[in-house]
């Protein structure tokens, strides 16, 4: 699935990575080092982790002859060891139904990305309710609600800007009342002020753990991986309001920047859980670091 999604990434990379070496190889020295690290910037990876990789590369290899395949392994196993500090897994709740809050900007794909994760837990032998919470925005109600009846799943749906902590209050309580194994609220995605923000999402967390008291469980941040630097910033308020567990990477399907997964990872200090690859329900997987850092690159 990754491979598909990242293939522009892939090839753009490939063609200007390619291009640093002859068929008998390339010596390793400052030269090709700085070429390299340019090279890698281009995938919006970020400056932090194309200077690991080169400094390795480096490390490795310096004045000796090379070939691309070996570069290559080696980019590869840097990003995953990279992907690879947080984990990756879905925190799921002791015992009970486990909550997920997802918080993100409109537009950020946060809808869809709900449908879709929804549709994944699902399929795989779960039981999901889902919780319509930006109950400001009626398309997301409406959006959310045909995507419970594609996947079959229940909703809980408040009166138009009713309550959003009374919706997923009512989410959580369905779910116990069902023996539901997943509960996924959705919540406003503009709001005038970081203030009001934290106002409601402190009264979502409120009334759910009176419930479940270890609940949410977790707190899905939904960015748009073709997003600019400004998207990102305004998705960092968020998250820092939030307290946010991890990263839906929504879009990545549409991005010839595939790399951009390194400095979210960095910037948010969150892992990367799922990424979206597509608008399709099936266009969701769990992210995974060695099969994303091996489609990247290879
Ligand atoms: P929201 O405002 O954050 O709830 O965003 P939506 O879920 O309504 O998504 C905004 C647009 O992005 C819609 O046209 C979606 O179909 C599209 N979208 C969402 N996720 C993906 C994805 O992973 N890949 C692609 N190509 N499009 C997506």
């Keep these: 699935k990754f491979r598909g999604a990242l293939s522009k990434t892939r090839q753009a990379l490939n063609t200007d990575i390619r291009d640093l070496f002859k068929a008998e190889g390339r010596l390793v020295d400052d030269e090709f080092l700085t070429d390299l690290f340019e090279r890698l ?13 080169r400094d390795r590369i480096g490390k490795d290899y310096r004045a000796r002859v090379v070939h691309l395949e070996e570069i290559l392994d080696t980019i590869t196993s840097q990003t ?26 409109n537009g950020s794909g946060k809808t869809t990305s709900i449908g879709k994760l929804a ?3 699902h399929h795989a032998g779960n039981k999901v309710v889902l919780g319509a919470g930006d109950t400001f925005r009626a398309a997301a109600v409406e ?30 309580d369905r779910a116990v009342e069902m023996g539901a194994d997943i509960a996924i609220i959705d919540t406003a995605g503009r709001l005038q002020t970081q203030s009001n923000l934290m106002q409601q999402l402190d009264k ?30 305004q998705a960092r308020g968020f998250s820092e309001t939030a307290g ?3 990263i839906v990477l929504a879009k990545l399907d549409g991005s010839a920047k595939g790399g951009v997964i390194l400095p979210i990872q960095d910037q948010f200090q969150l892992p990367v859980k799922f990424v979206g690859l597509g608008e399709g329900i099936e266009d969701i997987a769990k992210f995974d670091p060695q099969s994303f850092a091996k489609a990247l690159f290879q």
């Excluded at 910037?41 to 990789?53: H, Q």
């Excluded at 996947?151 to 919706?167: L, R, W």
């Excluded at 748009?224 to 630097?229: I, L, M, P, V």
Aim: overall charge negative; aromatic content about 4%.
């Design 143 to 172: 959006q959310l609600t045909v995507w419970a009846g594609r996947i079959g799943c229940d909703i809980v749906t408040g009166k138009h800007e009713a309550d959003p902590a009374s919706v997923a209050f009512q989410t959580v």
């Design 41 to 53: 910037i281009r995938t919006d990876m970020g400056v932090g982790p194309a200077e690991e990789i």
């Design 204 to 233: 979502i967390r409120r009334v759910i753990s009176k419930k479940i008291e270890d609940a949410p469980h977790e707190v899905l941040l939904v960015l748009d991986a073709t997003a600019g630097q400004n998207a990102i910033s």
């Design 244 to 246: 946010c567990s991890g």
């Design 119 to 121: 549709y994944y837990l």
């Design 80 to 105: 995953t060891a990279m992907l690879e500090q947080k984990s990756t897994e879905l925190t799921r709740a002791a015992s009970g139904p486990t909550v997920i809050l997802v918080v993100g900007v």
